[in-house]
């Protein structure tokens, strides 16, 4: 497999792949993703050099984000405001690679790549009812902080958040 960062070219098998994951979320009555997010934040993400995919031959079998901010890191108590953090964001592993350990090797991909940026720590928001994404951070050792942040969109709509970390050093 080939783990890279996307390019504008991946886009459109990109936005296929996370309609499928959103699909499959809202089956699980995960209904935290939509028409709009993740996938219109993509190509601001590629511009940006921010997304990360891996492939197996030309199919991407997962993808995420890493940026230095979230609009939620003042929400919660982290262990230590001022040491630097990387965030990971939109994680998502195509739903034919389910239950593979590809969160897993993705999570240790970011791990990977928050130390070359020299950061302390690899931070993630997860929404309350994402079971799975929970378990699989916890699996992978994050520890979540105290705190929550509300993620109120325009329309009144609200997603309870809860915020983890795992050190790097």
């Known amino acids: 497999m080939d ?36 996938c219109e934040f993509f190509e601001e993400d590629i511009k940006n050099n921010q997304l990360y995919i891996l492939l197996n031959n030309e199919e991407i079998v997962s993808a995420f984000v890493l940026s230095n901010t979230n609009s939620g890191e003042t929400a919660v108590k982290w262990n230590d405001n001022h040491a630097k953090a990387v965030y990971i964001d939109r994680l998502g592993v195509n739903v034919k690679y389910s239950k593979k350990g590809i ?29 799975p994404a929970i378990q699989l951070y916890t699996k992978k050792e994050f520890v979540k902080v105290n705190g929550v942040y509300n993620e109120v969109f325009d329309d ?13 050093y």
């Open 156 to 168: 009144g709509f609200v997603l309870q958040e809860y915020g983890y970390e795992i050190r790097l």
């Open 103 to 131: 969160g897993s090797l993705m999570l240790d991909k970011a791990k990977e790549i928050a130390k070359t940026l020299d950061a302390e720590f690899l931070r993630l928001f997860v929404v309350d009812i994402n079971i």
């Open 3 to 38: 783990f890279r960062q996307a390019v504008m070219e991946d886009l459109p098998q990109l936005k296929d792949m996370y309609k499928q994951i959103i699909q499959n979320m809202n089956k699980q009555k995960i209904q935290i993703w939509d028409d709009i997010y993740p």
